[in-house]
């Protein structure tokens, strides 16, 4: 099993990037997805999720508005499109894919069985 994310790299602010994770190995598409990233010296933190279908979506604050998570379910691919980003985006950003039934686990790294290897994404001001 592989998750390739792409589409990461440097923008200015204001800007907009699509980020892309597409799956191998075995079908995603009744599982959780989910958008994570990590800035230098900080922990990883959650920035929004698809649960199950897609039927359920879930976002970290300071991206509500802004970014949105999609899927393409028989592409075995998951989407964040990053609009109006800020300096403070700047991160790599990590995808991930669980099966995990527990809501309160959609916005913990631990709810993910499946990891992608991350995407710089960097925003000038």
């Known amino acids: 099993v592989q998750l390739q994310a792409s589409g990461g790299g440097l923008v200015q602010a204001g800007g907009s990037l699509r980020l892309s994770c597409a799956a191998s190995?075995?079908?995603?598409?009744?599982?959780?997805w989910a958008w994570f990233r990590q800035a230098p010296g900080k922990e990883r933190e959650f920035v929004a999720a698809?649960?199950?279908?897609?039927?359920?979506?879930y976002y970290e604050d300071s991206v509500k508005g802004r970014f949105t998570i999609s899927r393409d379910n028989a592409a075995n691919t998951v989407y964040l499109q990053m609009n109006s980003l800020k300096p403070e985006d700047t991160a790599v950003y990590y995808c991930?894919?669980?099966?995990?039934?527990?809501?309160?686990?959609?916005?913990?790294?631990?709810?993910?069985?499946?990891w992608g290897q991350g995407t710089q994404v960097t925003v000038s001001s």
């Open positions: 698809s649960r199950r279908s897609g039927s359920y979506t």
């Open positions: 190995g075995r079908t995603f598409s009744s599982y959780n």
């Open positions: 991930a894919a669980g099966s995990g039934t527990i809501l309160s686990m959609t916005r913990q790294p631990g709810g993910y069985n499946y």
